[in-house]
Protein backbone atom coordinates (compact mmCIF):
# COMPACT_ATOMS: atom_id res chain seq x y z
CA UNK A 1 0.00 0.00 0.00
CA UNK A 2 1.64 3.36 -1.35
CA UNK A 3 1.56 5.67 2.04
CA UNK A 4 0.07 9.69 1.16
CA UNK A 5 2.09 12.32 1.59
CA UNK A 6 0.17 14.87 2.77
CA UNK A 7 3.12 17.05 4.21
CA UNK A 8 3.04 19.44 1.39
CA UNK A 9 -0.61 20.53 1.87
CA UNK A 10 0.34 20.84 5.91
CA UNK A 11 3.56 22.47 5.24
CA UNK A 12 1.63 24.89 2.68
CA UNK A 13 -0.98 25.48 6.27
CA UNK A 14 2.04 26.45 7.84
CA UNK A 15 3.49 29.05 5.62
CA UNK A 16 0.47 30.60 5.13
CA UNK A 17 0.22 31.22 8.72
CA UNK A 18 3.62 32.15 9.37
CA UNK A 19 2.90 34.79 6.70
CA UNK A 20 0.12 35.29 8.71
CA UNK A 21 2.17 35.62 11.99
CA UNK A 22 5.04 38.35 10.20
CA UNK A 23 2.39 40.38 8.94
CA UNK A 24 0.78 40.75 12.48
CA UNK A 25 -2.79 39.77 10.86
CA UNK A 26 -2.46 36.64 13.09
CA UNK A 27 -5.51 36.58 15.34
CA UNK A 28 -5.10 35.55 19.20
CA UNK A 29 -7.81 35.15 21.54
CA UNK A 30 -8.16 36.65 25.00
CA UNK A 31 -9.43 34.00 27.26
CA UNK A 32 -11.96 35.33 30.11
CA UNK A 33 -12.64 33.92 33.26
CA UNK A 34 -15.43 36.02 34.31
CA UNK A 35 -19.02 36.84 32.45
CA UNK A 36 -19.14 39.12 29.67
CA UNK A 37 -19.62 42.34 31.31
CA UNK A 38 -18.67 45.63 31.71
CA UNK A 39 -15.54 44.40 33.63
CA UNK A 40 -14.21 40.92 32.62
CA UNK A 41 -11.72 39.18 33.78
CA UNK A 42 -8.98 38.07 31.67
CA UNK A 43 -6.84 34.17 32.64
CA UNK A 44 -4.46 36.48 34.09
CA UNK A 45 -6.81 37.23 36.78
CA UNK A 46 -6.60 40.68 36.20
CA UNK A 47 -9.77 42.62 35.95
CA UNK A 48 -10.15 44.87 33.13
CA UNK A 49 -12.70 48.07 32.03
CA UNK A 50 -14.16 46.26 28.81
CA UNK A 51 -14.41 48.99 25.90
CA UNK A 52 -14.86 45.98 23.06
CA UNK A 53 -17.70 44.16 23.27
CA UNK A 54 -21.19 44.55 21.07
CA UNK A 55 -23.09 44.11 24.87
CA UNK A 56 -24.50 47.66 23.93
CA UNK A 57 -27.13 47.50 26.57
CA UNK A 58 -25.19 45.54 29.16
CA UNK A 59 -27.34 42.37 29.35
CA UNK A 60 -24.76 39.67 28.26
CA UNK A 61 -24.42 39.16 31.84
CA UNK A 62 -27.11 40.03 33.44
CA UNK A 63 -28.52 38.35 36.62
CA UNK A 64 -32.20 38.52 35.11
CA UNK A 65 -31.76 37.11 31.65
CA UNK A 66 -29.81 34.08 33.64
CA UNK A 67 -32.86 34.11 35.63
CA UNK A 68 -35.13 33.78 32.51
CA UNK A 69 -32.51 31.16 30.95
CA UNK A 70 -32.86 28.89 33.78
CA UNK A 71 -36.78 29.33 33.65
CA UNK A 72 -36.90 28.08 30.26
CA UNK A 73 -34.32 25.44 30.35
CA UNK A 74 -36.63 23.86 33.19
CA UNK A 75 -39.64 24.67 31.38
CA UNK A 76 -38.40 23.85 27.43
CA UNK A 77 -35.41 21.41 28.13
CA UNK A 78 -31.92 22.02 26.77
CA UNK A 79 -31.69 21.30 23.10
CA UNK A 80 -34.26 20.71 20.17
CA UNK A 81 -32.39 17.88 18.31
CA UNK A 82 -34.35 18.93 15.23
CA UNK A 83 -34.56 21.27 12.38
CA UNK A 84 -37.80 23.04 12.22
CA UNK A 85 -39.85 21.75 10.02
CA UNK A 86 -39.73 18.25 11.51
CA UNK A 87 -40.24 18.64 15.04
CA UNK A 88 -37.54 21.54 16.27
CA UNK A 89 -40.69 24.20 16.59
CA UNK A 90 -42.22 24.73 20.28
CA UNK A 91 -44.52 27.33 20.99
CA UNK A 92 -41.76 30.31 22.55
CA UNK A 93 -40.12 29.81 18.78
CA UNK A 94 -43.43 31.06 17.17
CA UNK A 95 -43.73 33.63 20.11
CA UNK A 96 -40.64 35.07 19.60
CA UNK A 97 -40.70 35.40 16.20
CA UNK A 98 -44.34 37.65 16.35
CA UNK A 99 -42.47 39.74 18.91
CA UNK A 100 -39.48 40.62 17.12
CA UNK A 101 -42.04 41.45 14.04
CA UNK A 102 -43.88 43.46 15.91
CA UNK A 103 -40.76 44.86 17.39
CA UNK A 104 -39.63 45.62 14.16
CA UNK A 105 -42.38 46.91 12.63
CA UNK A 106 -43.01 43.62 10.07
CA UNK A 107 -45.44 41.12 9.60
CA UNK A 108 -43.59 38.58 10.25
CA UNK A 109 -39.80 37.31 11.52
CA UNK A 110 -38.22 33.79 11.23
CA UNK A 111 -35.28 32.57 13.12
CA UNK A 112 -31.60 31.70 12.60
CA UNK A 113 -29.19 30.17 13.97
CA UNK A 114 -27.38 33.68 13.16
CA UNK A 115 -27.35 37.12 11.42
CA UNK A 116 -24.35 35.70 9.69
CA UNK A 117 -27.06 32.75 7.99
CA UNK A 118 -29.76 34.72 7.76
CA UNK A 119 -28.03 36.71 5.24
CA UNK A 120 -26.90 33.73 3.78
CA UNK A 121 -30.06 32.51 3.21
CA UNK A 122 -31.84 35.33 1.70
CA UNK A 123 -30.52 36.42 -1.36
CA UNK A 124 -30.65 32.96 -3.05
CA UNK A 125 -34.41 32.09 -1.87
CA UNK A 126 -35.81 35.25 -3.27
CA UNK A 127 -33.89 36.56 -6.55
CA UNK A 128 -32.13 34.75 -9.68
CA UNK A 129 -30.09 35.52 -12.50
CA UNK A 130 -33.02 38.13 -14.30
CA UNK A 131 -32.34 40.15 -10.78
CA UNK A 132 -30.21 42.28 -9.29
CA UNK A 133 -28.70 43.01 -5.66
CA UNK A 134 -27.07 46.56 -5.45
CA UNK A 135 -24.64 47.01 -1.97
CA UNK A 136 -22.81 48.81 -0.30
CA UNK A 137 -19.14 48.13 -0.93
CA UNK A 138 -18.11 47.80 3.20
CA UNK A 139 -21.11 45.47 3.57
CA UNK A 140 -20.97 42.84 6.29
CA UNK A 141 -19.43 39.69 5.31
CA UNK A 142 -22.07 37.67 5.52
CA UNK A 143 -24.22 40.24 3.42
CA UNK A 144 -21.75 39.85 0.97
CA UNK A 145 -21.43 35.59 1.12
CA UNK A 146 -25.61 35.84 0.72
CA UNK A 147 -24.99 37.45 -2.59
CA UNK A 148 -22.40 35.42 -3.66
CA UNK A 149 -24.25 32.41 -3.26
CA UNK A 150 -27.63 33.98 -5.36
CA UNK A 151 -27.72 34.70 -9.18
CA UNK A 152 -28.68 37.76 -9.35
CA UNK A 153 -26.19 40.64 -10.86
CA UNK A 154 -24.32 42.03 -8.38
CA UNK A 155 -23.76 45.85 -7.95
CA UNK A 156 -21.05 47.30 -5.62
CA UNK A 157 -22.13 51.02 -4.67
CA UNK A 158 -19.16 53.25 -2.80
CA UNK A 159 -19.59 53.29 0.93
CA UNK A 160 -22.32 55.64 1.36
CA UNK A 161 -22.21 57.40 -1.58
CA UNK A 162 -25.94 58.33 -2.85
CA UNK A 163 -24.93 59.29 -5.92
CA UNK A 164 -23.16 56.10 -6.84
CA UNK A 165 -26.18 54.18 -5.67
CA UNK A 166 -28.27 56.11 -7.98
CA UNK A 167 -25.89 55.54 -10.57
CA UNK A 168 -25.86 51.29 -9.78
CA UNK A 169 -29.63 51.75 -9.67
CA UNK A 170 -29.78 53.18 -13.03
CA UNK A 171 -27.27 50.13 -14.67
CA UNK A 172 -29.88 47.59 -12.80
CA UNK A 173 -32.93 49.12 -14.70
CA UNK A 174 -33.65 46.47 -17.05
CA UNK A 175 -33.41 43.63 -13.89
CA UNK A 176 -36.60 42.32 -12.84
CA UNK A 177 -36.33 42.94 -9.09
CA UNK A 178 -33.87 45.15 -7.48
CA UNK A 179 -32.74 44.94 -3.74
CA UNK A 180 -30.47 47.59 -2.20
CA UNK A 181 -28.83 45.60 0.51
CA UNK A 182 -26.39 48.10 3.55
CA UNK A 183 -25.79 47.22 6.87
CA UNK A 184 -27.87 50.00 9.36
CA UNK A 185 -24.84 50.71 11.11
CA UNK A 186 -21.40 50.35 10.23
CA UNK A 187 -19.09 48.12 12.57
CA UNK A 188 -15.86 50.10 11.79
CA UNK A 189 -16.75 53.76 11.41
CA UNK A 190 -20.43 53.40 13.61
CA UNK A 191 -21.65 55.25 10.46
CA UNK A 192 -25.33 55.17 9.97
CA UNK A 193 -26.53 54.24 6.55
CA UNK A 194 -28.85 57.32 5.32
CA UNK A 195 -31.67 55.04 5.11
CA UNK A 196 -34.42 58.14 4.51
CA UNK A 197 -32.32 58.84 1.20
CA UNK A 198 -31.96 55.32 0.36
CA UNK A 199 -35.53 54.49 0.97
CA UNK A 200 -36.33 58.09 -1.59
CA UNK A 201 -34.09 56.15 -4.26
CA UNK A 202 -35.64 52.72 -3.94
CA UNK A 203 -38.64 54.71 -4.82
CA UNK A 204 -37.51 56.69 -7.67
CA UNK A 205 -35.92 53.37 -9.31
CA UNK A 206 -38.66 50.42 -8.22
CA UNK A 207 -36.20 48.78 -5.87
CA UNK A 208 -36.62 46.81 -2.55
CA UNK A 209 -34.51 47.76 0.71
CA UNK A 210 -32.93 45.10 2.99
CA UNK A 211 -31.08 46.32 5.68
CA UNK A 212 -28.70 43.92 8.01
CA UNK A 213 -29.53 46.02 11.27
CA UNK A 214 -26.99 44.03 13.87
CA UNK A 215 -25.96 46.66 15.41
CA UNK A 216 -28.61 48.53 16.21
CA UNK A 217 -31.46 46.13 16.99
CA UNK A 218 -32.98 46.87 20.80
CA UNK A 219 -31.28 50.66 20.95
CA UNK A 220 -31.10 52.49 17.97
CA UNK A 221 -34.06 55.21 17.22
CA UNK A 222 -36.41 56.65 19.45
CA UNK A 223 -37.61 53.15 20.81
CA UNK A 224 -34.78 50.98 20.07
CA UNK A 225 -36.36 49.23 17.23
CA UNK A 226 -33.31 49.97 14.57
CA UNK A 227 -32.30 52.38 12.07
CA UNK A 228 -35.23 52.27 10.70
CA UNK A 229 -36.99 53.97 13.23
CA UNK A 230 -33.61 56.08 13.55
CA UNK A 231 -34.66 57.86 10.25
CA UNK A 232 -38.32 57.47 10.45
CA UNK A 233 -38.62 55.22 7.81
CA UNK A 234 -39.95 51.80 9.40
CA UNK A 235 -42.80 51.41 6.75
CA UNK A 236 -40.61 51.74 3.65
CA UNK A 237 -38.06 49.09 4.68
CA UNK A 238 -38.97 46.04 3.36
CA UNK A 239 -35.93 43.30 4.95
CA UNK A 240 -34.90 43.67 8.49
CA UNK A 241 -32.08 41.00 8.92
CA UNK A 242 -30.12 40.87 12.96
CA UNK A 243 -28.88 38.99 16.12
CA UNK A 244 -29.60 38.34 19.03
CA UNK A 245 -25.68 37.78 19.74
CA UNK A 246 -24.96 41.54 20.44
CA UNK A 247 -27.32 43.92 22.16
CA UNK A 248 -30.41 41.88 22.65
CA UNK A 249 -28.71 39.63 25.27
CA UNK A 250 -25.23 38.44 23.46
CA UNK A 251 -25.95 34.52 23.41
CA UNK A 252 -26.35 33.40 20.06
CA UNK A 253 -28.82 33.49 16.85
CA UNK A 254 -30.42 35.77 14.25
CA UNK A 255 -33.54 36.88 12.34
CA UNK A 256 -35.03 37.94 9.40
CA UNK A 257 -38.43 40.23 9.70
CA UNK A 258 -41.07 41.18 6.34
CA UNK A 259 -44.01 40.59 4.80
CA UNK A 260 -45.23 37.56 5.91
CA UNK A 261 -45.68 35.98 1.88
CA UNK A 262 -41.41 36.78 1.88
CA UNK A 263 -41.35 35.46 5.81
CA UNK A 264 -42.85 32.11 4.70
CA UNK A 265 -40.90 31.63 1.61
CA UNK A 266 -37.77 31.92 3.28
CA UNK A 267 -39.28 28.84 5.88
CA UNK A 268 -39.83 26.92 1.97
CA UNK A 269 -36.73 27.45 0.71
CA UNK A 270 -33.70 29.31 2.85
CA UNK A 271 -31.07 26.77 2.95
CA UNK A 272 -29.51 27.84 6.80
CA UNK A 273 -32.97 27.50 8.03
CA UNK A 274 -33.92 23.97 6.45
CA UNK A 275 -30.88 22.65 7.32
CA UNK A 276 -29.32 23.75 10.31
CA UNK A 277 -30.59 22.76 14.06
CA UNK A 278 -33.33 24.98 16.13
CA UNK A 279 -31.84 27.60 17.85
CA UNK A 280 -31.93 26.54 21.75
CA UNK A 281 -34.83 27.20 23.63
CA UNK A 282 -32.55 29.03 26.15
CA UNK A 283 -31.96 31.63 23.77
CA UNK A 284 -35.65 31.59 22.63
CA UNK A 285 -37.00 32.18 26.10
CA UNK A 286 -34.20 34.48 27.26
CA UNK A 287 -34.99 36.81 23.91
CA UNK A 288 -38.48 36.94 24.85
CA UNK A 289 -37.86 38.03 28.20
CA UNK A 290 -35.40 40.42 26.83
CA UNK A 291 -37.86 41.97 24.51
CA UNK A 292 -40.42 42.34 27.05
CA UNK A 293 -37.88 44.58 29.41
CA UNK A 294 -36.88 46.43 26.21
CA UNK A 295 -40.38 47.54 25.50
CA UNK A 296 -41.45 48.20 29.30
CA UNK A 297 -38.87 50.58 29.81
CA UNK A 298 -35.94 52.69 27.37
CA UNK A 299 -33.50 53.15 30.96
CA UNK A 300 -30.88 50.44 29.60
CA UNK A 301 -31.25 52.48 25.97
CA UNK A 302 -30.96 55.92 27.99
CA UNK A 303 -28.13 55.20 29.81
CA UNK A 304 -25.97 53.58 26.52
CA UNK A 305 -26.31 56.90 24.71
CA UNK A 306 -25.44 59.22 27.72
CA UNK A 307 -22.46 56.90 28.47
CA UNK A 308 -21.78 57.67 24.75
CA UNK A 309 -21.89 61.35 24.70
CA UNK A 310 -19.91 61.67 28.28
CA UNK A 311 -16.73 59.19 26.44
CA UNK A 312 -16.90 61.44 22.89
CA UNK A 313 -16.96 64.32 24.02
CA UNK A 314 -13.70 63.34 26.99
CA UNK A 315 -12.11 61.90 24.27
CA UNK A 316 -12.18 64.91 22.09
CA UNK A 317 -11.63 67.20 24.70
CA UNK A 318 -8.79 65.41 25.43
CA UNK A 319 -7.41 65.76 21.87
CA UNK A 320 -8.08 62.96 20.41
CA UNK A 321 -9.75 62.81 16.84
CA UNK A 322 -12.73 60.40 16.44
CA UNK A 323 -14.97 59.75 13.88
CA UNK A 324 -17.58 61.94 13.89
CA UNK A 325 -21.67 60.06 15.17
CA UNK A 326 -23.60 59.30 17.91
CA UNK A 327 -23.66 55.60 17.88
CA UNK A 328 -21.79 53.69 20.59
CA UNK A 329 -19.47 52.84 18.44
CA UNK A 330 -16.48 55.42 19.03
CA UNK A 331 -13.12 55.19 16.57
CA UNK A 332 -10.31 56.80 18.09
CA UNK A 333 -8.37 57.65 14.80
CA UNK A 334 -5.02 57.03 15.15
CA UNK A 335 -3.89 56.32 11.67
CA UNK A 336 -1.12 54.79 11.57
CA UNK A 337 -0.80 51.29 12.40
CA UNK A 338 1.64 50.71 15.25
CA UNK A 339 0.50 53.04 16.85
CA UNK A 340 -2.99 51.65 17.39
CA UNK A 341 -1.24 48.62 18.44
CA UNK A 342 0.97 50.21 21.26
CA UNK A 343 -2.45 52.23 21.95
CA UNK A 344 -4.13 49.34 22.83
CA UNK A 345 -1.17 47.30 24.42
CA UNK A 346 -0.88 50.38 26.49
CA UNK A 347 -4.00 50.47 27.73
CA UNK A 348 -4.85 47.02 28.03
CA UNK A 349 -1.42 47.09 30.70
CA UNK A 350 -3.35 50.12 32.93
CA UNK A 351 -6.54 47.82 32.91
CA UNK A 352 -8.54 48.92 29.49
CA UNK A 353 -9.88 46.47 27.05
CA UNK A 354 -9.97 47.91 23.25
CA UNK A 355 -9.35 46.51 20.05
CA UNK A 356 -6.55 48.41 17.70
CA UNK A 357 -8.13 47.74 13.94
CA UNK A 358 -5.48 48.54 10.73
CA UNK A 359 -5.09 47.26 7.41
CA UNK A 360 -7.01 45.73 5.75
CA UNK A 361 -9.38 45.71 8.37
CA UNK A 362 -9.86 49.20 8.24
CA UNK A 363 -8.30 51.12 5.05
CA UNK A 364 -4.72 52.08 4.36
CA UNK A 365 -3.72 54.83 6.69
CA UNK A 366 -6.77 54.83 8.86
CA UNK A 367 -5.50 52.77 11.89
CA UNK A 368 -7.62 52.90 14.91
CA UNK A 369 -8.95 52.07 18.43
CA UNK A 370 -12.38 51.70 18.08
CA UNK A 371 -14.08 52.00 21.47
CA UNK A 372 -17.41 50.56 22.64
CA UNK A 373 -19.64 51.81 25.01
CA UNK A 374 -22.16 50.18 27.29
CA UNK A 375 -25.25 50.59 29.06
CA UNK A 376 -23.47 48.86 31.96
CA UNK A 377 -20.01 50.71 32.41
CA UNK A 378 -20.87 52.91 35.25
CA UNK A 379 -19.34 56.58 35.37
CA UNK A 380 -16.45 55.61 37.47
CA UNK A 381 -15.29 52.95 34.78
CA UNK A 382 -15.40 55.32 32.14
CA UNK A 383 -13.70 57.97 33.79
CA UNK A 384 -11.03 55.65 35.02
CA UNK A 385 -10.26 54.04 31.20
CA UNK A 386 -10.95 57.95 30.03
CA UNK A 387 -7.57 58.50 32.57
CA UNK A 388 -6.02 55.84 30.71
CA UNK A 389 -6.73 57.03 27.43
CA UNK A 390 -5.48 60.19 28.76
CA UNK A 391 -2.08 58.90 29.86
CA UNK A 392 -1.54 56.33 27.32
CA UNK A 393 -2.01 58.86 24.63
CA UNK A 394 0.63 61.39 25.82
CA UNK A 395 3.14 58.58 26.67
CA UNK A 396 2.43 57.85 22.88
CA UNK A 397 3.13 60.97 21.55
CA UNK A 398 -0.62 60.97 20.89
CA UNK A 399 -1.98 63.77 22.93
CA UNK A 400 0.06 66.89 23.81
CA UNK A 401 2.12 66.78 26.84
CA UNK A 402 0.76 68.98 29.45
C1 LIG B 1 -22.19 40.79 13.99
C2 LIG B 1 -22.82 40.92 12.65
C3 LIG B 1 -23.31 39.81 11.96
C4 LIG B 1 -23.14 38.41 12.50
O1 LIG B 1 -24.04 38.16 13.51
P1 LIG B 1 -24.12 36.67 14.11
O2 LIG B 1 -25.48 36.56 14.66
O3 LIG B 1 -23.05 36.60 15.15
O4 LIG B 1 -23.87 35.73 12.98
C5 LIG B 1 -23.94 40.00 10.75
N1 LIG B 1 -24.06 41.23 10.22
C6 LIG B 1 -23.58 42.33 10.84
C7 LIG B 1 -23.75 43.67 10.21
C8 LIG B 1 -22.93 42.20 12.07
O5 LIG B 1 -22.44 43.28 12.67
Known sequence: MPTRDRSSFYAELERQ???????????????????????????????RINLCSNNYLGLSGDDELVEAGIETLKAFGYGMSSVRFICGTQSIHRALEKRLAEFLGTEDAILYAAAFDAN???????LDDRDAVVSDELNHASIIDGIRLCRARRFRYAHD??????????????????????????SMDGTIARLDAICDLADRHDALVMIDDSHATGFMGRTGRGTHEHHGVMERV????????????GAMGGFTAGRK???DMLRQRSRPYLFSNSLAPVIVGTSLHVLDRLTASSSLRDRLFDNAVHVRAA???????????????????????PLAQQLADSLYRSGVLVTGFFHPVVPLGQARVRVQVSAAHTRGQLDRSME???????????????
Not at 171 to 176: E, I, K, N, P
Open 161 to 186: DMADLEAKLRDAASCRFRIIATDGVF
Open 120 to 126: GGLFECL
Open 261 to 263: TLI
Open 388 to 402: AFAAAGRALGILQAG
Open 315 to 337: LAKMGYTLKPGTHPIIPVMVFDA
Open 17 to 47: LDQARASGLYKTERVLLSRQGPEVMGDDGVL
Open 238 to 249: DIVTGTLGKALG
